[in-house]
T-cell receptor, first 112, second 110 residues
Framework: DGGITQSPKYLFRKEGQNVTLSCEQN?????MYWYRQDPGQGLRLIYY???????QKGDIAEGYSVSREKKESFPLTVTSAQKNPTAFYLC???????????FGQGTRLTVV | QKEVEQNSGPLSVPEGAIASLNCTYS??????FFWYRQYSGKSPELIMS????GDKEDGRFTAQLNKASQYVSLLIRDSQPSDSATYLC??????????FGKGTSLLVTP
């Protein structure tokens, strides 16, 4: 089955800890994205990558970091610098410019 | 910052009626436009894409784009209770960025 796999589905983090969210796609898509969604809100772009070893900041990149060492993988690290990390995180991919994005099932991160 | 604006709603329509959802965007260089549906706790799923001015129809859904007015809309005909969800407008710029609005909550009442 082709698709986007995010793991874990639920994640709990203690204050002051870094955590890494996984996103893997087997669609052979060039571009990958990370979005954050808060209750009752839309999707806010954190980072995106259009090619391996290159990525760009979105609107809310502070407190987050990413890497794109392989075409299939785009992990997101939520660092301790992110003061309010509790949210629903969505990973997406696009085949090429101007095509639609496909989403993973999301990771719900909670700070405890 | 490239803005995508939507009325948050909720928009309530009776079953069988037409639901009209609207979206405006700030970046005149935007090239691709999408409507996604999101059920509570789930990830968004694509409903329609549109790239040129005018109307695009797919079943009960019609997307409308007016680049001069920087406006895109979605009409849902014969609305069903299963259409109750949040509808997200997404706008792709001239590069690879894809920005979303806050979404409009639609409630279709039997």
């Amino acid at each position: 089955d082709g698709g986007i796999t995010q793991s874990p589905k639920y994640l709990f983090r203690k204050e002051g800890q870094n955590v890494t969210l996984s996103c893997e796609q087997n669609l052979n898509h060039d571009a990958m994205y990370w979005y954050r969604q808060d209750p009752g809100q839309g999707l806010r772009l954190i980072y995106y990558s259009q090619i391996v070893n290159d990525f760009q900041k979105g609107d809310i990149a502070e407190g987050y970091s990413v890497s794109r060492e392989k075409k299939e993988s785009f992990p997101l690290t939520v660092t301790s610098a992110q003061k309010n990390p509790t949210a629903f995180y969505l990973c997406a991919s696009r085949d090429r410019l101007n095509t639609e994005a496909f989403f993973g099932q999301g990771t719900r991160l909670t700070v405890v | 910052q490239k803005e995508v604006e939507q009325n948050s709603g909720p928009l309530s329509v009776p079953e069988g009626a037409i639901a009209s959802l609207n979206c405006t965007y700030s970046d005149r260089g935007s090239q691709s436009f999408f409507w996604y549906r999101q059920y509570s706790g789930k990830s968004p799923e694509l409903i329609m894409s549109i790239y040129s001015n005018g109307d695009k129809e797919d079943g009960r859904f019609t997307a409308q784009l007016n680049k001069a007015s920087q406006y895109v809309s979605l009409l849902i005909r014969d609305s069903q209770p299963s259409d109750s969800a949040t509808y997200l407008c997404a706008v792709g710029d001239s590069g690879y960025a894809l920005n979303f609005g806050k979404g409009t909550s639609l409630l279709v009442t039997p």
